[in-house]
């Protein structure tokens, strides 16, 4: 996310009088944000997909009502969390482990797999707004100012929903590995 205010107010300006490479090069600059809040809020890559593709869908439709007064991102980020809050109410439901395999030689994949999944599950059972903290820092990779921009906080917020929801999945990862 590099552009400036101005070029991203320019940018929605073109977008909002239907000029397509305008709304291709918004949703190409925000799709992975939007991703990151759906994967969060979600936990799975298919409802987080479906998230992007809603929240977007959203977000051009209404695109006039966007006032400009602070930045597209933080407002295409208030659409995601919602649509993703929305989605999860509807459709998520509590899946089934998968099934586990026999082999030895997939017993250091399934292990791997197993630490890959209780991280996503310590995860999803942070607090919202460390879980989507975490999610923008980490898979999203974004600066903590960019996180804080977009979330419309202070960046001590993001700092302190950081250092808890480390400290969190911390205590719920070792929870789990003592027998």
Request: proline content about 4%.
């Amino acid at each position: 996310m590099d552009w400036s205010p101005e070029e991203e107010r320019e940018w929605v300006r073109r977008a909002s009088s239907g000029e397509m490479p305008a709304l291709e090069r918004l949703f190409n600059e925000y799709k992975g944000m939007v991703f990151a809040v759906g994967i969060s809020v979600c936990g799975n890559a298919p409802d987080a997909d479906e998230v992007v593709q809603e929240s977007f869908l959203r977000a051009f439709r209404s695109i006039r009502e966007w006032r400009g007064d602070g930045r597209f991102s933080t407002w295409i980020y208030s659409v995601a969390l919602r649509t993703a809050l929305n989605w999860k109410e509807r459709f998520v439901k509590r899946r089934l482990p998968p099934a586990r395999a026999g082999t030895d030689a997939a017993a250091s994949d399934l292990d791997r797999q197993e630490a890959v999944e209780a991280l996503g599950a310590a995860i999803r059972q942070l607090p919202l707004q460390q879980r989507l903290t975490v999610t923008l820092r980490h898979l999203r990779r974004m600066s903590l100012e960019e996180i804080a921009q977009t979330q419309g906080v202070a960046v001590g917020t993001v700092k302190s929903n950081l250092h808890h929801a480390v400290f969190k999945l911390r205590e719920i990862l070792q929870e789990r590995a003592t027998p």
